[in-house]
T-cell receptor
Framework: AQSVTQLDSQVPVFEEAPVELRCNYSSSVSVYLFWYVQYPNQGLQLLLKYLSGSTLVKGINGFEAEFNKSQTSFHLRKPSVHISDTAEYFCAVSPQVSQKVTFGTGTKLQVIP | DVKVTQSSRYLVKRTGEKVFLECVQDMDHENMFWYRQDPGLGLRLIYFSYDVKMKEKGDIPEGYSVSREKKERFSLILESASTNQTSMYLC?????????????FGPGTRLTVL
């Protein structure tokens, strides 16, 4: 079985400042890693995913994440946030032999003008 | 553009009622999923389906059942609704061909059981 930990339930940050949302996972098998975003009153949509290859993954809206196997982490970063980035962000993990995705508890990013 | 639609955005039901939540996708996806989302708990998988008439239990199937009679439609059924089933319910779909495929989500149904 796998699990995902998002330690920060809320992250306030000023507009144009950088942000990092933390995600750690545990699994006994190799996994794929995902970040999804949920804007207010909407469903989730994919930001980016790590499948293999380069450990730095670039996604939509200027976000990127780095896979660190030794630390079992997949932190999400953006160098300069906008008001429109205010949303809840979910880290997720899926075993490489299954479509069963396990989601973290989410981090609410609040961008302050 | 993939579209996943859910029959209702908001639903209010009484304890003991039978409740149907419908989900339809238009991209010929084989996989469909039902999650519930609760504050502080994230998304938890209730049931998923790999094909028509096929289903597998997720992490929290108790009190729920599902039906998949057509490829595009996946229904979640609460046989006898209880107040602890008040939640946001999210449907998702994905291609079966690869384990790397993205899940596409509907907008959610916020269910309140009184």
């Amino acid at each position: 079985a796998q699990s995902v930990t998002q330690l920060d339930s809320q992250v306030p940050v000023f507009e144009e400042a950088p942000v990092e949302l933390r995600c750690n996972y545990s699994s006994s098998v190799s996994v794929y890693l995902f970040w999804y975003v949920q804007y207010p009153n909407q469903g989730l949509q994919l930001l980016l995913k790590y499948l293999s290859g380069s450990t730095l993954v670039k996604g939509i809206n200027g976000f990127e994440a780095e896979f660190n196997k030794s630390q079992t982490s997949f932190h999400l970063r953006k160098p300069s946030v906008h008001i429109s980035d205010t949303a809840e962000y979910f880290c997720a993990v899926s075993p490489q032999v299954s479509q069963k995705v396990t989601f973290g508890t989410g981090t609410k990013l609040q961008v302050i003008p | 553009d993939v579209k996943v639609t859910q029959s209702s955005r908001y639903l209010v039901k009484r304890t003991g009622e039978k409740v149907f939540l419908e989900c339809v996708q238009d991209m010929d996806h084989e996989n469909m999923f039902w999650y519930r989302q609760d504050p502080g708990l994230g998304l938890r998988l209730i049931y998923f389906s790999y094909d028509v008439k096929m289903k597998e239990k997720g992490d929290i199937p108790e009190g729920y059942s599902v039906s998949r009679e057509k490829k595009e439609r996946f229904s979640l059924i609460l046989e006898s609704a209880s107040t602890n089933q008040t939640s946001m319910y999210l449907c998702a779909s994905s291609f079966r061909g690869s384990y790397t495929d993205t899940q596409y989500f509907g907008p959610g149904t916020r269910l309140t059981v009184l």
